[in-house]
């Protein structure tokens, strides 16, 4: 059975910082994984998907890895800003039906 | 076009109470899937269209939840007897197919009295 855990559970940084999201997965029988942003009382918005036989996805200053063979995705967030306060999950698309699990998520909180 | 839309925003329901949330796809799109949030939680999934026919049920946690998608856009998720568990946020998402990027919602916040 797929599980998907996120680490850490919550993150405060100050502006400025780089910082380093981890999400794992038990089963690398995937399509994609794919990153959201959730910001508090709204729904889930898109940040980055990557299939199962990429490495990397980018866009501005976001960056996300896969390495499917150790289970592991990492999202990068270059220069953090105020604005990029929001809970962070990630999701895998498993094989075999049409199940997207996701992980509980990072509270993310930027502080000016 | 436009994003996807969830109707209704709020729904307060007593217990024992059936209930309908709609779900309007961005227009094109083949796959949509339903997924219950808690609170503090990530979502779960519920169930997958694809066009009119439910592929994947898989994650309907009783049989007092059905969902339909008729023609192939918009879709119901019909909640029958709702109980204080039920409480929760129902979101839907679409996407152009099943293993491509899916677009989330505003999430319908269902509340069990």
């Known amino acids: 059975k797929q599980e998907v855990t996120q680490i850490p559970a919550a993150l405060s940084v100050p502006e400025g910082e780089n910082l380093v999201l981890n999400c794992s997965f038990t089963d690398s029988a995937i399509y994609n994984l794919q990153w959201f942003r959730q910001d508090p009382g709204k729904g889930l918005t898109s940040l980055l998907l990557i299939q199962s036989s990429q490495r990397e996805q980018t866009s501005g200053r976001l960056n996300a890895s896969l390495d499917k063979s150790s289970g592991r995705s990492t999202l990068y967030i270059a220069a953090s800003q105020p604005g990029d306060s929001a809970t962070y999950l990630c999701a895998v698309r498993t094989t075999g039906g049409f199940k997207t699990i996701f992980g509980a998520g990072t509270r993310l909180f930027v502080k000016a | 076009g436009a994003g996807v839309s969830q109707s209704p925003r709020y729904k307060v329901a007593k217990r024992g109470q059936d209930v309908a949330l709609r779900c309007d796809p961005i227009?094109?799109?083949?796959?949509l899937f339903w997924y219950q949030q808690a609170l503090g939680q990530g979502p779960e999934f519920l169930t997958y269209?694809?066009?009119?026919?439910?592929?994947?049920k898989s994650g309907l946690p009783s049989d007092r939840f059905f969902a339909e998608r008729p023609e192939g856009s918009v879709s119901t998720l019909k909640i029958q007897r709702t109980q204080q568990e039920d409480s929760a946020v129902y979101l839907c998402?679409?996407?152009?197919?099943?293993?491509?990027?899916?677009?989330f919602g505003p999430g319908t916040r269902l509340t069990v009295t």
């Open positions: 269209f694809q066009n009119e026919a439910q592929l994947d």
């Open positions: 998402a679409s996407s152009f197919q099943s293993e491509y990027e899916q677009y």
């Open positions: 227009s094109g799109h083949v796959s």
